[in-house]
């Protein structure tokens, strides 16, 4: 039995509305009829209906507002005043707005809709595709508590989601929505380490990524900081030592540090665009 009844519509069916529409059917959030989805691009169109098994493919933006209570505008942000301009005539009073389009404000949205249209804006990242997305969101003015409850719900289905004021959103998206792009550089490069140290590039690869992966369980598992972790793990005189000491020569925490400022600020500037 699906826990929310509302109908759940995303205009632009791309890998994002693809991995929210999995994780509500996957976790029992909703049905699969319950989620209709509609995008210009047949390709989306087909990978959306093969991830979301029964879910409506409808060909005309309006019509999945028109049988929607919640719809996601997955398109890119400057896309955005395009499809606004489409629908505004459509939206009711039922509706709820979900915005994904990085650097769109919702002053910005709210000034092409009705003074009533309820809006929310989400920073989601990729991973939720896998279910371990790490996700912010802000309300309009005119969302309610119980809009911002089921947007949390639906996050909460591919991973974690937190409530946040819309002038942190920026960095958000700076940090956790471009984030994991650094990860994977991380990755690559921990793993080609390996391989110049003689380690084949499969098992580098693999070890690289584990690494990783449990070097994060562990900061959310256990109590500790990361800075309190790392330095349980390095001795004096020791390997690990030598190695931060090499990444600190290489200015490796302050490249990592630059790149989420650099998207934060590129965040802000198409959000002025």
């Given at each position: 039995m699906a826990t929310l009844q509302q109908k759940i519509g995303f205009l632009g069916s791309g890998r994002m509305a693809t991995a929210l529409a999995r994780g509500c059917v996957r976790s029992g959030l909703v049905n699969s009829s319950q989620v209709l989805a509609a995008d210009p691009h047949e390709a989306a169109r087909q990978v959306f209906a093969e991830q979301v098994p029964g879910a409506q493919m409808i060909d005309d933006n309006r019509q999945v507002l028109a049988a929607s209570d919640l719809v996601v505008l997955a398109v890119k942000p400057q896309v955005m005043p395009e499809l606004l301009f489409q629908i505004a005539k459509d939206i009711a009073t039922r509706h709820v707005l979900v915005s994904i389009a990085a650097g769109f404000t919702l002053e910005k949205m709210a000034a092409s809709l009705p003074a009533y249209a309820r809006l929310?804006?989400?920073?989601?990242?990729?991973?939720?595709?896998?279910?371990?997305?790490?996700?912010?969101?802000?309300?309009?003015?005119?969302?309610?508590?119980?809009?911002?409850?089921?947007?949390?719900?639906?996050?909460?289905?591919?991973?974690?989601?937190?409530?946040?004021?819309?002038?942190?959103?920026?960095?958000?998206?700076?940090?956790?929505?471009?984030?994991?792009?650094?990860?994977?550089?991380?990755?690559?490069?921990?793993?080609?380490?390996?391989?110049?140290?003689?380690?084949?590039?499969?098992?580098?690869?693999?070890?690289?990524?584990?690494?990783?992966?449990?070097?994060?369980?562990?900061?959310?598992?256990?109590?500790?900081?990361?800075?309190?972790?790392?330095?349980?793990?390095?001795?004096?005189?020791?390997?690990?030592?030598?190695?931060?000491?090499?990444?600190?020569q290489q200015h490796g925490a302050a490249a990592f540090r630059a790149a989420v400022k650099a998207a934060t600020r590129r965040s802000r500037e198409l959000g002025q665009t």
């Open positions: 929310v804006r989400v920073m989601p990242n990729t991973p939720c595709l896998v279910g371990l997305g790490a996700s912010c969101y802000s309300l309009g003015p005119t969302a309610t508590a119980e809009d911002g409850a089921m947007v949390q719900k639906i996050l909460d289905s591919v991973g974690q989601a937190f409530a946040v004021e819309e002038k942190m959103l920026d960095a958000v998206t700076g940090l956790s929505g471009s984030g994991p792009a650094f990860v994977y550089t991380l990755i690559e490069a921990l793993a080609g380490g390996g391989v110049a140290e003689g380690l084949p590039a499969k098992l580098a690869g693999q070890l690289a990524a584990q690494t990783v992966r449990g070097a994060a369980e562990m900061v959310l598992a256990t109590s500790y900081s990361p800075a309190e972790l790392r330095d349980q793990v390095t001795s004096p005189g020791g390997t690990t030592l030598a190695g931060l000491e090499a990444l600190d």
